[in-house]
């Protein structure tokens, strides 16, 4: 039996601990949601209090050349690069998820459309984000009535796609991490599946970025997008980030043709000509208060390990899963993430009958996951600031909370606008 002198223990030897001093985290407070907005880097106020103070304040309009806000998104793109393995000159930071999602699928439609004509399906996980199948159903209606969006299950992910992928798919668009049950897809082989086939892949990074070891180019992968504001901890609605292969670079054909994007953007000429490389990503005039934030994150992860990373949330999510069967055996409670390490990403999820109330009278205690329909609390373990003594607490809170019917409170039925 594991008690809680022996997570105090694991604490006190965690490599990893010193991390926990980079960021701020509330007293009385563990927070188990990073996987949906990371918790605030402790120098991101004063970095905010620089960029409005003085290089807004003082530099004013200077300060796209003096400060380097104009080189912003290709120098923050870089040290995402090479977090999920993209390698030089592949990654820029700009625009949302689903902005990036949006232009990354209309140029790989384009290419398809001139290498294998009458491709016309794109397939998505029915489990994917919904705003990824939101882009996609949209992008789909703005090309005709010839293409459509396909929905396939995770089974059938997890198998290589082996009846999904039909003669008729242009392009795959897959979640590397499922957002709900935390299970993780083999990029390597699936992305392999894929190309044998004669499809073009886009991969979701949004709950892998900063969890676990991610080798874009190494798996072969076309396309790639991502969030900051989840495990990089960039702060709510940091800006986005898009990786497009080497190959594909100078073939993407920007939807959204900003001046941003332009080849000379400053000549101010009437015709697009679009940037080579990394740069015709862009869009419009970025968002520099909310990039420079993001970048703090960043820079903490340059002196994180990250195959240390990967070990202590292996080890956060096994520890879960354990205390959960061992404390909990008598509730309606199912683990629905992966016990499988090499399918699980950095988070645990569970599912009750009761699991809006019951999350709800966690966080009354200052224990912070979140729900996700249907039935699924969701624990976040980001290594870099949740303990061991963190996971055995939240379990204790959670084993009271159901023997006790805790969350048999009006009070714990009520939803606000974000669940």
């Excluded at 340059?302 to 990967?310: E, G, I, L």
Aim: include cysteine; hydrophobic fraction near 45%; aromatic fraction near 8%.
């Amino acid at each position: 039996m594991i008690d809680r002198a022996a997570c105090e223990i694991r604490d006190q030897n965690d490599p990893l601990r010193a991390f926990r001093e980079d960021f701020v985290l509330p007293p009385g407070t563990i927070y188990l949601d990073g996987n949906s907005l990371g918790a605030q880097p402790a120098a991101a106020a004063a970095r905010a209090h620089e960029v409005v103070t003085n290089e807004w304040g003082t530099g004013l309009i200077r300060s796209w050349n003096t400060a380097g806000w104009f080189e912003l998104p290709v120098e923050l793109g870089e040290k995402i690069s090479g977090l999920v393995g993209g390698g030089a000159g592949a990654t820029v930071v700009t625009d949302s998820t689903s902005i990036n999602l949006f232009k990354a699928a209309s140029a790989a439609l384009d290419i398809q459309a001139e290498d294998a004509p009458g491709r016309t399906v794109i397939l998505t996980q029915r489990e994917n984000f919904p705003t990824d199948i939101y882009i996609l159903q949209g992008l789909a209606r703005q090309l005709g009535g010839d293409y459509e969006v396909r929905l396939v299950d995770d089974a059938e992910v997890a198998a290589g796609l082996p009846t999904a992928l039909t003669d008729d798919v242009a392009l795959v668009v897959l979640s590397h991490v499922n957002y709900r049950t935390g299970r993780l897809f083999d990029m390597a082989s699936t992305t392999e599946a894929i190309h044998a086939r004669g499809a073009t892949v886009i991969w979701d990074l949004c709950h892998s970025a900063g969890a676990l070891e991610v080798d874009l180019a190494g798996s072969g992968a076309d396309m790639a997008i991502g969030c900051t504001y989840k495990f990089l901890n960039g702060g709510p609605g940091s800006p986005a980030f898009i990786w497009v292969s080497g190959a594909l670079q100078n073939r993407f054909a920007q939807p959204l043709s900003g001046w941003w994007g332009h080849a000379n953007p400053f000549d101010m000429v009437a015709d697009y000509a679009p940037a080579d490389g990394i740069r015709r990503f862009l869009t419009g005039t970025q968002a520099i208060l909310s990039m420079s934030v993001a970048e703090v994150g960043l820079d903490i992860f340059a002196r994180a390990d990250m195959a240390a990373v990967r070990s202590k949330s292996l080890e956060l999510s096994d520890l879960f899963m354990t205390l959960v069967e061992q404390q909990l055996p008598h509730h309606p409670i199912e683990i629905v993430t992966p016990r499988e390490r090499e399918h699980r990403g950095s988070q645990v999820s569970i599912t009750h009958p009761e699991g809006f109330a019951v999350m709800s009278a966690l966080i009354e205690r200052g224990i912070i996951g979140d729900y996700r329909e249907p039935s699924v609390l969701r624990f976040g373990l980001t290594p870099l600031y949740v303990g061991f003594t963190d996971v055995w607490d939240t379990v204790e809170a959670l084993r009271d909370i159901l023997d006790n019917r805790r969350w048999d409170l009006p009070r714990h039925q009520v939803r606000g606008s974000v669940t």
